[in-house]
C-alpha cells in the first residue's frame, strides 16, 4: 500500500513539473521582426537598433516577449518571401513584423511583385496563427508617380490581409539629415528610439 501510494505521489509530482515546464515555454511568446537593412541595425551596433531597443522595452514592461532579428541588410520582398517559412517553422511566432520593400522600391522593382510579396508573407504568417503588423515605406518625391503606388501598397495589404499597419517606419526622422548615416540612406543610433515609437503605436495593440 505505501509503495502504491509513494508510486501515485512521484507520478504527480512529475504531472505538477511537466505542466510547470508546459507554462513556462509557453509563457515567453516570440515576436519575429523580418526586415532589411533599416530594421538589421546596418552601420549601428546591432543593442542601438530599434528591435534590441523593443526588447528591452517589453522587459522594462514586463511583457513576456522575446524577440527575434530576422533582418538582413539588402534583403528585398522577394528574398524575403523565399526564408519565411523557414524562420516561421523555427521561431513559432505570435507576430510578425513585416518590414520590407525599401530595397525593391530604390531598385525600382515591379509593384506588383512587391504586393504579390507582401501578401503571401503575410499569408504564411497568419496560416501559422500568428499576428501580423506590416511597416511601410516611402520613397523621394523624384520617383514621381511610382512613389506614390510604393507607398500605397502597404496599406492595400494591411486592408486587404486585415493586418496592423506602421505608415512609415522614419516618420519623424526622414527630412532630418543628421539622424541618417553618411549614406543619407540608414539612420543613425539616436534615429532607433524614434523608429521603435513609429513602430510601438501599432504593435501595443497585438501585445494583448
Known sequence: MYRSLSIFRLRFLLLIALALIATSVQASRTILVFGDSLSA??????????PALLAKRLHDKQLDYTVVNASISGETSSGG???????????????????LGSNDGLRGLPIATLRDN???MTESAQQKKARVLIVGQRLPPNFGPYATQFHNTY?????MRKTALVDFLLDGIADQPQLFQADNLHPTAAAQPRLLDNVWR???PLLR
Open 41 to 50: 541595425g546596418y552601420g549601428i551596433r546591432q543593442d542601438a537598433a530599434w
Open 81 to 99: 518571401r523565399s526564408r519565411l517559412n523557414a524562420a516561421l517553422a523555427r521561431h513559432q511566432p505570435h507576430i510578425v513584423i513585416i518590414a
Open 118 to 120: 507582401l501578401l503571401a
Open 155 to 159: 496599406g492595400d495589404v494591411a486592408r
Open 202 to 204: 501599432s504593435l501595443e
